[in-house]
């Protein structure tokens, strides 16, 4: 578990338990991919970040546990869909569901973590902005991964095309994990609004940094090989800014749109975009959302959990996993 | 359009019209393939049986519009997926949007519309029982769809193992619908249990049917090709009567059980299932199903739509495609 979680460590448990709970099934099939599935780790943000959001106003844990667990089931089932569609092998250096059990029983398993997401929501009848928020947020994250996929391999796209797929992609359900864990606490717009923001922001910086990490990272701590978006043809922040000032640009131009790269194609590509500073900038990008983030706390009650949640965006600017 | 829907005439067409709208998106490869879709077309029967249940009880069409509309876009979003399951590149005569689009672009469109339906169930705060009853039946659907990959070329499957999987696929989706439309005009339960269980029987029936097609129905009028259970080794109800009382069991075992089926095998396996009568035997199962659905009728108010359901449900029997 991250230190960042430590003031949340027994409710973070609980969650984990709860996570367990929920994915026993009546077919062993279904009880062993999702346990592989939760065993192969993740940082659990999402649900340490609904607790966080709801120690604004009148914690009670019982309130916010069906919340948590659905946001990571959201995650997961997301995460087990984009396997398939992105044919990954490994993620977090350990086999994928796709890899052990193929594309149909991942197809039905992302939807089955998804579906029990739903039971959970229904709990909150009482708060409908939970629901509306969250069938929202579940669409757009349909229309990002699409829009991703049509614009694969297509460099006519803009700075706001990229943001606008990583909003959907990533930083709508971090949003609403910060937003509806303090809704789910029935906490006033006042405070869920600004978490609702810091949520968006960290989301936003987030996946720059995810964008970023795939070109330097250390591929052992990734869990995964490097390049993998340029191998895909999925064109992230780093390349938007090398296509737009570097000198090597109508090279750089012919290796990204090529869809089967060689694997020296691959290493020419990230050293072309690594050498015209584009890495730096993306940083200065996610560096700016940082800081938005942490301007969203000010308003928010002075409780230790707002500490955290600074120190939370400072993390998720110096990650390396 | 069905004949029976004739007294639904002037309600379906504007839930066709809020079903295009409803598909209306940012992205032009998002309405695209989801207009291919509604334009496959479809017997539009889980809306129209909404419908019906609302007639039961202070009908009123601005009540259950988004529930018809989300009923739809819930079988339309399951049958995308299944299409890349079962690698379909045909759907009612029609190429599918795996044939035309690919695994990816199915994965995501399929989580789309069920997205969009979260949207419209989203707006029956009041009447919490609808994302109560849809989000179980979700749930059930992913558990029959593992289950049929899980029990695929395995014989050693009972009645009741099918019984709970045509249950989970077909029926509880069905059985939502009946239901659900009269809860969305606020029916009480001695109208809208009855309307459930019909629901549920029909469903039963329907997907019994759709096994038997499988095997003897005029290729071009089911608009796929025949025999695509047992290539796909998943065991009906034919074949589990097939194999308890066929002189040529041995036989029969050794084809169903065979993952690669020459053509010359799936004829003659499927000359064996027709030979010893299970055809009959499973139509026999439907038959009952049927009078079980008219059954529950008789509780129910004495309007015009009553006996439209009870043709409803004889229409099921006899069902050609």
Redesign the interface.
Known sequence: MLALFNDIKDEMQVVEEELKAVVQ???P??TETSTHLLNAGGKRLRPALVLFGAKFYNFDLKKVLPLAVAMELIHMASLV?DD??DASMTRRGIPTVKAMWG???S??????L???S??L??KY?DT?LV??V???T??K???G???Q??FSFDINQSLKDYFYRIKCKTALLIAASTQLGAVACSAPESIHLPLRRYGYYIGMAFQVIDDILDMVADQNQLGKPIGGDLRQGIITLPVIFALTCCKQRDRLMGLVCKVEKTEDEVQEALMIIKECGAIEQSFEIAKKYIAKAKKELKVLPDIPTRLTLSLAADFVGIRKF
């Open positions: 099934a009546r077919y099939l279904l869909h398939v569609v594309n149909s029983i197809i039905h398993i992302g939807s089955y998804f579906a029990k739903l039971i929501i229904a009848k409908p629901s509306n969250l069938s929202n579940s669409v994250m349909c229309e991964e699409i829009q996929i049509s």
